[in-house]
């Protein structure tokens, strides 16, 4: 890469002022309201049944275009977009009688009755459709930002700020490790339930197998970033760091937390006393000045401080994403679900209000910063999410209500499978392997193309080729059948 033009890179990827909450929270509203939609024409005119050509363009326009304008294009009204899109999904909602979904043929009844358990017992832990929709939609606005913000075609208040402050990338990271939090409390539960759980050996041998795939991959990154002379913001994560290691230790260190819910039995409150204690001893010590400004030098910890020390404020945010879903994926009434939902949101978001009005006794507010994965951040990114799943779920409770009759794993199967959105399926389906893919499409785009030359028609032309190119490889790991979810 040409040095100047590496330099420029650099440069434009800085952000030091950031974005307001309310801003993140106009655009991140576009995903719910899209799905709301979605959700609408389903319910209402089975719109996506059966899913013939018309209804995969208007699915892969509003499960990813839609986010991709709203970051791009509407990002400076994401309000208009929002009333674009809830607008006909209220008017379909009062004036169109909610439809029942297609319903499978009934078994003769001598089968029935030799199959009367596996028929009429439900999956003690189902899919939810809202968590599909949830997870899937924040892995399709990760996998857009990430080669968005290398085009001026994205506004710099949404990417990663540098030091202070909020921004919809920052949102994202934080994002991406509590759903994975949110998705691991079915193997929790799935292992509390089991006549034979294992044991704590076996659960860390798990949790490292889990590792290596993301460890390797952390390699390989960090390999092609140093040999192609790749544009790199150090500040990140540091010289060697990125999020694939970030993400390949937390494994084995959530299963050494979960050994003390024998006697802190709430995740979260692991959560907060991690981010807590790292919030202490940033403002005792001088931890904070270590990391920020402090000059680099020849050892491994001085060179990757930031991914090192902020590691403890992902891990907290980790264990508060398992938390909610150790309480939200099991077989109970949806509106218990939304009820229980709804106050873990406004849990974290007293918390964060509390933090960011009277800073714990610190005196002045303490303000977030994603590079040091504080305090503020943990509690910030805790309650983005909760309140992000009670929407989706509220969605579900009111579009989908037969999900929640069905008596038979057959039945809510059926059920399920109306309720969602096949694309958001395939983003969920083979996720890790989608973000992999992504990463390794921005690295192709940005070694070919001059992104900050570009114009705007040109720059969304390639990104909505680039999304339609996920999308379809999405789709077609389904249809193969590979698998592979972080």
């Known amino acids: 890469m040409d040095p100047s033009y590496k330099a420029r890179k650099e440069a434009f990827v800085s952000n030091l002022s950031g974005s307001s909450i309310s801003d993140i929270n106009l655009i991140s509203l576009v995903v719910p309201t899209s799905v709301l939609l979605w959700s609408a024409l389903q319910s209402r005119l089975s719109f996506f049944t059966p899913y013939g050509p018309a209804a995969l363009v208007t699915d ?37 009688p909610r439809i029942r979904s297609p319903q499978k043929a009934k078994p003769p009844r001598k089968q029935v009755v030799q199959n009367d358990r596996s028929q009429e017992q439900a999956e ?109 913001h150090v500040t990140e994560y540091g010289v060697h760091w990125n999020f694939f290691f970030t993400l390949g230790f937390l494994p084995p260190f959530v299963e050494i937390f979960d050994l003390m819910t024998v006697f802190i039995p709430w995740h979260e409150a692991l959560a907060i006393g991690i981010a807590v204690l790292y919030q202490v ?8 000045e270590y990391i920020l400004i402090s000059p680099r030098g020849a050892d491994l910890l001085s060179k990757n401080r930031e ?124 996720g890790l392997a989608i973000f992999l893919i992504a990463n390794l499409l921005t690295g192709a785009v940005n070694l070919s193309i001059p992104t900050l030359d570009i114009g705007a028609p040109q720059a969304m032309a390639i990104l909505v080729i680039y999304a339609a190119i996920l999308t379809g490889i999405a789709l077609f790991m389904v249809k193969a059948n590979i698998k592979l979810r972080l």
């Open 60 to 96: 892969f326009l509003l499960n990813v275009l839609v986010v991709l304008f709203a970051t791009t294009a509407y990002s400076s009204a994401p309000l208009l977009l929002n009333i674009l899109l809830a607008t006909p999904a209220v008017l379909l909602f009062l004036t169109q």
């Open 124 to 232: 003690p832990l189902p899919i939810h459709p809202f968590l599909t929709a949830y997870r899937s939609a924040m892995m399709v606005i990760t996998c857009i930002a990430i080669l968005a913000v290398d085009f001026r075609v994205f506004p710099r208040r949404l990417a990663k700020v540098e030091n202070w402050g909020t921004s919809l990338m920052d949102m994202g990271v934080g994002s991406f490790v509590f759903s994975a939090g949110v998705v691991s409390a079915r193997a929790l539960l799935k292992s509390r339930d089991s006549r034979s759980p294992k044991t704590v050996v076996q659960r860390l041998v798990g949790s490292i197998r889990h590792s290596v795939p993301l460890l390797v991959l952390g390699l390989i990154r960090l390999w092609s970033v140093k040999g192609l002379d790749y544009a790199e």
């Open 281 to 288: 001893a940033l403002e005792s010590t001088n931890l904070k």
């Open 307 to 430: 991914g090192i020390f902020s590691f403890l404020g992902y891990l907290a945010i980790f264990l508060a994403g398992r938390g909610v879903g150790a309480r939200i994926i099991t077989r109970e009434n949806r509106k218990s679900v939304l009820q229980r939902i709804g106050l873990q949101t406004l849990f974290w978001i007293t918390l964060f209000f509390f933090n960011s009005t009277y800073a714990f006794g610190y005196g002045a507010n303490i303000p977030v910063s994603r590079r040091l994965a504080n305090m503020p951040y943990v509690l910030w990114v805790a309650a983005f999410n909760s309140a992000q799943l009670f929407l989706f779920c509220l969605i579900e409770t009111v579009f989908f209500p037969a999900i929640n009759r069905a008596t038979s794993k057959g039945g809510r199967d059926e059920q399920t499978s109306f309720a969602t959105s096949p694309i958001l399926h395939a983003f969920n389906h083979g």
